[in-house]
């Protein structure tokens, strides 16, 4: 009996999973990546986006998060590992996830939000 609700368990997983698509999969791990969603800071399509502006002196300051749709995977893979960002937060991602939200970033949006 408990060999067969574990089976049922497990195929409900493989079905809910097939539900979703890697685009659907790619975009909620963009927005959702244990932590603070990476669209907050670098904008829904990736384009980068002004967090903020403040006066020092006579000149203005202006913070930003870069666009982050053209970079090699190395360059791209490499921001996210570092410890040594000064206003983006580390995260803990695996490879994979790292991969999917490089294939989201460079071809993975097909309807802009
Ligand atoms: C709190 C705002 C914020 C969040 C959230 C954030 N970033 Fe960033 N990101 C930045 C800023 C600002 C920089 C520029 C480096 C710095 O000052 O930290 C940056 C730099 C980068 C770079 C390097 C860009 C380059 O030209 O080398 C990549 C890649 C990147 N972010 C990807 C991501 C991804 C993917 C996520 C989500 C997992 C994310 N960021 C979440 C603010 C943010």
């Known amino acids: 009996m408990r060999a067969l609700l574990l089976s049922l368990t497990l195929v409900g997983w493989g079905l809910a999973e097939s539900f979703i ?3 659907e999969y790619a975009q909620m791990l963009y927005q959702n990546p244990r932590g603070i969603g990476c669209h907050k800071c670098h904008g829904v399509d990736g384009k980068g986006l002004e967090l903020g502006r403040y006066r020092d ?4 300051i202006v913070i930003k998060a870069p666009d982050i749709t053209g970079l090699s995977f190395e360059r791209f ?9 000064r206003l983006m937060p580390s995260y803990f ?8 939200l490089y294939y989201y970033l460079t071809h993975g949006q097909k309807e802009k939000r």
């Open 21 to 23: 698509t890697k685009d």
């Open 57 to 60: 002196g006579n000149r203005t």
């Open 77 to 85: 893979k490499g921001a996210i590992r570092s410890n040594k960002n």
């Open 93 to 100: 991602l695996t490879d994979k996830e790292i991969k999917t």
